[in-house]
DNA sequence: CTGAAAGCGCTTACAG
DNA sequence: CTGAAAGCGCTTACAG
């Protein structure tokens, strides 16, 4: 069985395909009814469906816009992703996922990928030094908004953040609150700029309150085993800690498991605080406390965002801010 | 900034642009190595990047798959999701995503949407009784392989399959195995016919031991939520349980979270048994006994056999099924 | 060893 | 109210 095409529609219709073109996308302010209905039916019949590839080609607008993500296994990613796939899809875009792993040469891979599918926009979620990946795109008059991760010298591009060092910030300030004082912070790897505001914003802090002590800070990947290496790491000191906080919720999850193990009482003992306030943070037992990001509400700001871009609508402000929240549940 | 195409190239180099394709399409033999090396400097300087759709136009071919899929956010479907982009990735291939949430409408606008794209071949992870839109897939001469979730009528279809009934088999078998005896169920929603599936390993088996009863079968949808309202319900039961299967890991996992907030302790008090072994589960505490699908297995086997489907590889199975396994951790 | 030409399936001024 | 024609950027026999 052929595909069928425009042309197939017109023969039957005994019209041209430019006529079938025109009613089919609804440009048939002058087309007669008669001539449009006749066409619609037959298209019906046919089961006709369009080539978009073709129509792409001619247009060169795709309806199909790339992202760029770490990992989607990761459930902050996935989270996202799924808010982007949501807003898209409710303004007749599609969407080509690609995990970048946070490796350059991966990106580049992807950037090239998508700009080959001519996507009308990409959203980004950098992985690391960025740079050069996004200069090609901006080469390739391709537009984008960079998500949660600052990129050094892309400041004044598009962006969808959230105030990394404020969530620590208020980390800090509720542990301090309830008399904690030996505060551990784990951060993540310096090849990401958040690591690093999340790091000030602890470091600031803890020296607001004369509680700072270089010893306290350790560093590891952004992942549960992350979390588990560290926090054995952490229990080891010879100084005990009153409390951890965790650059985010999976690193926070490994934490919590080995405290468990160990048979520390959270949060009696030992106090957690996590970041990012994944879906999954609220259901585990005890509860996590966390600072939360508003995951969906980034995706879906970044994807209409991008969307307002391509359409060429006005965009107010270039860069948006969110604000985390410290959201009290059961381990701090 | 205009994009640099294929005619740019051979102005440049003074050819033809039929010559500009050969060469950077490696059908090279035949192209004086002169010309070919100035063909190639010069797409490097401009920094060509190819324009596929027009080059899928006239192929037929677009290197990408499609993917269908209930839900990104859920863990067992992005591991899975993860496994078929990479496979895909290393193949030369690119994916589409698209999520279901297991409504029929969304998968048939989608499977549409990826029609009209040309894509080479979908993997569908049916939502339910997904028969009129594979119908779709099968009128267009679009290949796809099934995988996790049989539909009825589709049986002769490609497809990547566990078996379901065994893995509850073995589970059922380990319980009683240790003394239990009361051993409720939790089975997933009656759309899907895994569920069923499960149900009937489980039912087989405790009738083999003479320890069928109805009134411990439960059913709510594989979230977290299903989870945990179900074992609400199971504790309210006069008749004390003393172990739980539930149909998926994240039902597990709201289980657990009520178990525990409850005061009971698992395993001594009540045994629990997941399904899938999604990464999580081992990093939860205590760590979750399972009944273990190979997920990223399944789905790299799935994108290997599309790729080979569509590439006209000789296929000698059309189904495969892989054998589930329990891991025994903490909760059982 | 290389080029001219047709074709992939659409859209879009333009003409009538 | 409708059609002929050119064009989008490639690929692919075919000819020379």
Redesign the interface.
Known sequence: ?K?VTMLDIATKAGVSKATVSMVLNKRDENISSDTRNRILQIANEL?Y??????R??STKK?E?IGIIIP???N?FF??M??AI??VASNLGY??????SDNELNKENKYV??L????VDGVVFIPGGKSNENLQ?LI???VPFVLVDRYVEGFEKYYGVYCMNKLGITKAVDYLVGRGKKKIAFVRGPHSVEISTQRLEGYTETMKKYALFDEKLIFENEFT?EGG?ETTKKILQLKEKVDSIIFSNDIMA??G??VL??KGYKIPQDISVIGYDNI??SE???PELTTVSQPIYEMGKCACELLINIVNGKAIDEKQVYFEPDLIIRGTA
Do not use: H, Q
């Open positions: 069985m595909k089961n469906i369009p080539n978009s590839l073709a792409s080609l795709t199909t990992d989607i296994t459930p996935s989270e992703a799924r796939e949501d599609n969407v080509i996922f690609c995990n090239k990928l700009i080959s599918k001519l090609i080469n390739n008059n549960i588990i999850f490994g919590i498991k468990i193990k879906e999954m259901f585990m037992e």
